[in-house]
């Protein structure tokens, strides 16, 4: 592949329309403020906010805990299956118009069962709009189940225990919510449960929090993909072995710029991640509050870093290597891929 006779003119059109996966992506993080508004007209609920204009002027965050307040306030709209389908659906749009070809989804039941919103309500929506995103749009999908950090291991066990019943509708699990002071050793009993039943693994780690949360995701929940993982950069070893053994990062730029994990973009290290070999590759984690869907994280994070062609061509690589599917689908991608950047020139 001749990376260099495509221009850094044509690099936002090649940005645009090479198909990407996109592995960190929380629904509940995708329900934009109009959507919020009209589902609480429809479910009656009272919000704190008097326009859609005033929510999203209050997304203004310092850290991680700043945005979890207003996003777990936001889910608060959702009760019915019609609602977690409807949010999932405009979810799939945009993924759409993005070239996203695959996705792999987060949810976090207990954001919901918390208030009395059963697991089936959530989960048969949710996949409802996977299945037909898969008919429509031609988009595979997968949901995983993700454990809140703040709440206790108990709490988890418990939520994996109603999930059961719905297993054939998600492939694995996942650990989100506040990092600091909940180490991933923390949930190692449900972790070891999940994986007995066959259920893949994956954990946030190193977001705002040190290696050793990266170390202990990979040694003692056996996560197969580390989400966000951006603190690596500090531990040399961990480096050399997230290279070596290619563990996946899902990076999330526009989201560690809106978390203030970095000043700005143009300090992002997922350059530097890729460059040491490292299968990283972009992700938008919670786009209706962080400003910005896949390839508004793909456009930014390129100007501000410089990045060329042969980066593009990496990141999308590892975006369908690090995927929770058959090698064969894989390689089928990789043609894909192939063919998109011939037609550019490559
Ligand atoms: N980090 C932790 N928990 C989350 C995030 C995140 O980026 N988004 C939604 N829940
Ligand atoms: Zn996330």
Known sequence: MNFSAISQAQL?????????????????????????????????????????????????????????????????VLQQPQDFYDMAWAYFLR??????????????PQTHTERKVSMRTVITGL??????????LGISSSLILCFLRHLSEEAAMDTFDEAIAFKHLF??????????????????????????????????AGEEGPPAYIWSAL???????????VQAIHDAALMQRLANQRIPLTVCPLSNLKLCVFPDLAQHNVAQMLDQGVCVMLNSDDP????????????????????????AYQLARNSFEAAFVPDAQKHTWYTQLDECFQQFGA
Do not use: W
């Open 12 to 76: 936002p059109a090649l940005l645009q329309a090479m198909p990407k996966t996109e592995l960190h992506i929380h629904i509940e993080g995708s329900l934009e403020p109009e959507l919020i508004f009209a589902l609480a007209k429809r479910n009656q609920v009272r919000l704190n906010y008097t326009s859609v204009e005033a929510l999203r002027s209050a997304y203004a965050f310092t850290d991680l805990q700043s945005f979890l307040d207003i996003y777990y306030a936001g889910a608060s």
């Open 95 to 108: 993924a759409k118009a993005d070239n996203v070809v695959h996705a792999e989804i987060f949810f976090d």
């Open 127 to 136: 996949h409802q709009a996977c299945v037909d995103a898969k008919e429509k």
């Open 171 to 204: 492939i694995g699990v996942g650990l989100d919510s506040s990092e600091r002071g909940h180490p991933p050793e923390k949930f190692a009993r449900v972790f070891a449960r999940a994986r007995q039943l066959g259920l893949r693994s994956v954990a946030h």
């Open 219 to 229: 040694d003692v929940l056996h996560a197969e993909r580390i989400d966000h993982g």
């Open 288 to 311: 209706a509050y962080f400003g910005g869907y896949l390839n508004d994280n793909y456009l930014q994070t390129f100007a501000a870093l410089g990045l060329n062609a042969s980066h």
